[in-house]
């Protein structure tokens, strides 16, 4: 008799399960090296299960960079990008050195953890992101290539705007770091 293994995926850790008469694998095959063949296949399959998510939100190819003619227009492109949902033209805007420092001391660091950062973001609410929050500056103030901007976010599923500010130091055509007010957390929801 043959027993398959069944590999089941519960949120981040993987069970095996062995069906019932399977004996603790002590399983009967026709030839000695087809049960090892057979275990081997079945932790190589269990390991990709287990692996696969994380290595392919890694190996997600960033896009090309594309540099803006001015600060401004750097901070616009972002603005828009963010209101857009776009997590390729936010992830286009960023050096790989960049910082971004968050609400409570929480700093993301070099390109590729901004990327994981703005893929958790750029999601309907219903799967945890801010998709469909528009935007709108309120008030700007700039200092050499740093622009500083107060904004309001407004949104369908939002009971109320929420008020933040930003400050944007831009180098190069690109956004090297952002200070940010931002807190997912304190959007106020309608229920």
Known sequence: MFCDLVARL??????LVVPSGCNNLKM????????IRSIAAAAVFAAAIVVMPGAMAQSTPLPARVRQPTPAKVVAEHMAAFS???WKRLMAQFP???EFFAPNGVTVRGRRAVGEMFAKIVKPPAQGGTCGLVVTT????VVGDVINVQWRADAPFLA???????????KDGLMAAQVTTFD?????MKH
């Open 138 to 141: 309120e008030h700007t103030f």
């Open 28 to 35: 009967n095959f026709p030839d000695p090296h087809a049960k």
């Open 184 to 188: 997912a957390a304190a959007l106020k």
């Open 96 to 98: 790989d050195d960049v």
């Open 84 to 86: 857009a949902c776009d």
């Open 160 to 170: 109320e705007p929420y008020r933040g500010a930003d400050a944007y130091e831009t």
């Open 10 to 15: 519960r949120s981040d850790a993987l069970f």
